[in-house]
């Protein structure tokens, strides 16, 4: 099966193997940036399904045989995203389409054993990318509990810069200030650069006045971040203490982190199994055998005492009344995994503290690839972070040549509205930027904005 390329809008050729949550996911944001796309599932009305919603290519089978992915024409191929339930067919996937076809690979793999293995498996089997859903949401929780003040953590420039996002409570000293008076009076070091108010969200001019309620996102190097959210009232010291309820892959690599912090770490988790793997798995960790959502039982075991609470089950609707739970009961930092993305009006509306998106930070880190391998060659995507419910994108650039964005001052550029430029990175060191400073080659770049499906830093100009 030849695939013709779309001459107007060039997209990739991408198989994806594996219809689940995040399967679904990629096929949804791929298909709207305009590329075309074969999917394989061995369940024939899922893959009918989605095949007629997107209006896409679906073949029933296993995604690692010869025979079908010559039928979904691996050959003209540019690109294969394995993501179904097995680390080993997805391996299985990467390896056949490497010896039929020309085309980059990318795993899911998710078991611990292979994890610790990811950069060898990768370099040996020739892979672009293996992802690990349940490590890089581990990674995101960590981050929130070094810093829980903050609903959301996102680390750039390979962890010297932070995009932070905090609720403005009543009565802050922000309350009621523009971003042009903050900037000038108490921090120059921090860009605020997004933020939404009653479901809307705004890229804010130095006239914006901050308001009690605005959910407000800025970014400062790792070292400014804390000292500017003590210097506005907030408390900045990390917890000591957590409860985790579910010890599954999540749970384990959240509390390895955690403990090598050191932060302690309680763990109930239901199967009596998985409790001695644990134990053996975390020596330091409290492994208790029991229901995490028997309340007796979480009494007993401290949540109206614990500094921070992790509901990790794999049943999102446990997770969120968990949550609501601990809020009453404590006032502990909590974080929600949500693994499902159904009914999201009224998981907006619950006060659910830090949620976290395991299949969103697997797909990100794809889409971001993805859009870096079509792009022209002056530039790359190191990082992409969806913002506010996808209304607002995060991009980091790595700028390799000279442009129409090189050498000039940012404040003679003309930039796209709804845009702001957040920070550049200059040989390791972090630059917020003014109107007079300029985009020079080798910088990375990050861009905040409403605007979608940016694939190169030529994007950002009118």
Do not use: W
Not at 10 to 39: F, R, W, Y
Request: aromatic share 6%; glycine share 8%.
């Amino acid at each position: 099966m030849l695939k013709a390329k779309n001459p107007v809008n060039p997209g990739l050729n991408i198989i994806i193997v594996g219809c689940g949550k995040v399967g679904t996911t990629l096929i949804e944001q791929l298909s709207k940036e305009g590329h075309d796309i074969t999917i394989i599932d061995k369940d024939a009305q899922k893959v009918q399904e989605i095949a007629s919603y997107y209006d896409i290519m679906g073949l029933v089978g296993n995604g690692a045989s010869y025979n079908i992915q010559m039928e979904a024409g691996i050959e003209d191929t540019d690109l294969i995203i394995a993501v179904t339930n097995s680390d080993e067919l997805n391996l299985l996937c990467c390896i056949v389409a490497k010896q039929v076809g020309n085309c980059a690979t990318i795993a899911r793999v998710r078991t611990p054993d292979y994890s610790s293995e990811a950069g060898y498996i990768r370099e040996k089997l020739g892979l672009a990318m293996i992802i690990n859903p349940e490590l890089e949401a581990s990674k995101e929780a960590s981050r929130i509990l070094y810093l829980p003040t903050a609903l959301e953590v996102n680390s750039f420039a390979h962890g010297q810069a932070e995009m932070v996002k905090f609720k403005l409570p009543k009565d802050n000293i922000l309350s009621g200030m523009t971003i042009a008076y903050l900037g000038r009076n108490i921090a120059s070091d921090i860009l605020i650069c997004a933020i939404e108010r009653h479901g809307t969200v705004y890229i804010p001019s130095g006239d914006f006045q901050m308001e009690a309620g605005d959910i407000i996102s800025f970014v400062a190097t790792r070292k400014i971040v804390r000292s500017f959210l003590k210097e506005i009232g907030f408390k900045t010291h990390q917890v000591k203490n957590t409860m985790i309820i579910g010890g599954g892959k999540a749970a384990y690599y959240l509390a390895k982190q955690l403990i090598s912090m050191g932060i302690s770490v309680k763990i109930i988790e239901i199967n009596r199994e998985r409790c001695e793997e644990l134990s053996i798995l975390l020596p330091k960790a409290i492994i208790i055998n029991g229901d995490g959502t028997d309340q007796e039982l979480l009494k007993e075991e401290g949540i109206e005492r614990t500094e921070s609470f992790i509901a990790l089950t794999g049943i999102d609707e446990e997770n969120i009344l968990l949550t609501l739970h601990a809020r009453q009961v404590s006032n502990a930092k909590v974080i929600t995994k949500i693994n499902r993305i159904t009914f999201k009006d009224v998981i907006n509306h619950l006060d659910l503290g830090s949620v976290v998106y395991p299949r969103y930070i697997t797909s990100e880190a794809i889409i971001a690839y993805v859009r870096a391998k079509r792009n022209s060659m002056d530039s790359n995507i190191e990082t992409l972070y969806h913002m506010f419910d996808h209304q607002v994108e995060a991009i980091e650039f790595r700028v390799y040549e000279d442009s129409k964005v090189t050498g000039t001052p940012l404040m003679n550029l003309p930039l796209k509205k709804n845009l702001l430029v957040s920070f550049i990175n200059r040989n390791g060191s972090i630059i917020i930027p003014s109107g007079q400073d300029s985009i020079q080659v080798g910088d990375s770049v990050m861009i905040v904005t409403t605007h979608t499906g940016f694939k190169d830093i030529l994007d950002i100009l009118e």
